[in-house]
């Protein structure tokens, strides 16, 4: 089955969304490139109807129902389930879809988004050419000629594959739903996967919690396209957690979705302030507390990267929103010295400036007492000090990598304590 273009989807004029397989609204294409989204009345009548996201949430609780218009792009919770950079290009040269045409190309890629969000064109023609897209992921994984599908889209290219009783990891010909996502190596710098499985694995040591993670060498992954085959080195492989052991989907959304911002503006108009503030709303104390233990240890690794789509909520109920698993922990101090946090902290961007005054900052920001966030400070550094110091797998580093580590980790301890450990 050949992959369609843009001719064959042009004459589409409406996107039918699923949530759990239950259909809950349209995204409407109309005249000047223009799209909205409008939710069907059964799911807005529905009082125990499952959450779509907390974007459509009012100041007073209730459901916000008036559309907006957005031109060329689909609204932004839609707009942030689709990949970005390298990777919506390499997915919509897949496609044959022109990767600025946000509505073509979530048609194309509807079937296996992150969460448990689905899109289909509302065409019978289209049910033919992209089938299976209500159904679970490992139903339809074995559709070898269907454009190559991705979930949890970053800046590094990430492969949606399942685990083999061998061991490996095998890339479906079509992407189509495994349990698994694969970065491969970096071609800009060194030891990146092996960077993020050191990360992880010291954020687990202090009792973070973050998915199942294995390191695997790139010839052992199946089925990846003749144009990346070529890399050598280690991949990531990190277990989603948008899906069950059954394959069942979880659904999730980021904090870019959450603001009803844009993918492009994951950088800007929001501190970390303001996603705490959400989450004691939303998730309670104890997530909260959670959030601020990551926000710690990503200034102690040197992770400036924790932009608004590095954050996520997961709703195992379907309706009460709970902090997912940790991802996306890379220390990026060794490949860009002077890298800002991705959002402010107590109005600071520089991770070797995060002192008690900013954590003050924070917290009034954020509107939470000041007492419980610096014991979780406190209990952060210490942890995450001594838990480095025994880590063995720190050893899978480049030594540059490992010592630029080591020495960013000692001075942002001392800005917190103000005592040096060296």
């Keep these: 089955m050949p992959a369609a273009d843009t001719s064959d989807l042009s004459h589409i004029r409406s996107l039918t969304v699923y949530l759990h397989g239950v259909r809950i609204g349209v995204i409407h294409r109309l005249v000047g490139d223009r799209q909205l989204y ?9 009082p125990d109807r499952d959450t779509l996201s907390l974007s459509f949430k009012g100041q007073s609780g209730q459901l916000v129902t008036v559309p907006r218009p957005f031109s060329a792009r689909v609204p932004p919770f839609f707009s942030n389930l689709l990949p970005e950079g390298h990777l919506r290009s390499y997915l919509a040269d897949r496609a044959g879809v022109k990767p600025g045409r946000e509505f073509f190309l979530l048609a194309a890629l509807g079937a296996d988004l992150p969460g448990a969000v689905t899109v289909q064109p509302d065409d019978a023609e289209y049910d033919e050419q992209f089938p299976g897209r209500d159904q679970p992921a490992a139903d339809t994984r074995q559709q070898a000629d269907a454009p190559l599908r991705f979930s949890l889209a970053g800046v ?3 492969f949606s594959a399942v685990s083999e009783t061998a061991g490996g990891l095998t890339i479906p010909a079509d992407g189509w739903g ?3 996502i694969v970065k491969l190596p970096s071609m800009r710098f060194t030891a990146v996967p092996e960077n993020e499985f050191v990360m992880l694995t010291l954020a687990r040591a202090i009792g973070i919690s973050v998915p199942d993670i294995h390191l695997v060498e790139t010839h052992q992954i199946a089925g990846l396209p003749s144009d990346v085959g070529r890399l050598e080195g280690k991949c990531l492989a990190i277990e989603r957690f948008d899906r069950s052991l059954d ?11 959450v603001f009803g911002l844009f993918p492009n503006d994951k950088y800007r108009h929001r501190s970390y302030a303001n996603l705490a503030a959400v989450l004691r709303a939303e998730a309670g104390e104890e997530d909260t507390d959670e959030f601020v233990r990551r926000i710690v ?17 997961l709703y195992p109920d379907r309706r009460t929103p709970t902090l997912s698993p940790a991802y996306d922990l ?21 991770l070797q400036r995060i002192t008690p005054d900013q954590m003050r900052r924070f917290s009034d920001a954020a509107g939470l007492p000041m007492s419980p966030i610096w014991e979780t400070v406190c209990r952060t550094v210490e942890d995450t000090y001594a838990a480095w110091q025994r880590l063995y797998e720190r050893a899978l580093l480049p030594a540059d990598i490992e010592t630029r580590i080591d020495r960013h980790l000692e001075m942002v301890v001392y800005s917190f304590t103000g005592e040096n450990n060296s």
């Design 297 to 313: 240890f990503s200034v102690l690794i040197g992770n400036a990267d924790m932009h608004l789509k590095n954050w996520s909520l």
């Design 247 to 257: 394959h069942k989907r979880i659904h999730t959304e980021d904090f870019a979705q």
């Design 178 to 180: 495994g349990s698994w």
């Design 330 to 350: 890379v220390s990026t101090v060794p490949y860009l010295p002077d890298d800002k946090l991705a959002l402010t902290l107590g109005g600071e961007r520089n």
């Design 38 to 46: 409008a939710f069907d009345q059964d799911y807005v009548d529905d």
């Design 156 to 158: 590094q290219m990430k």
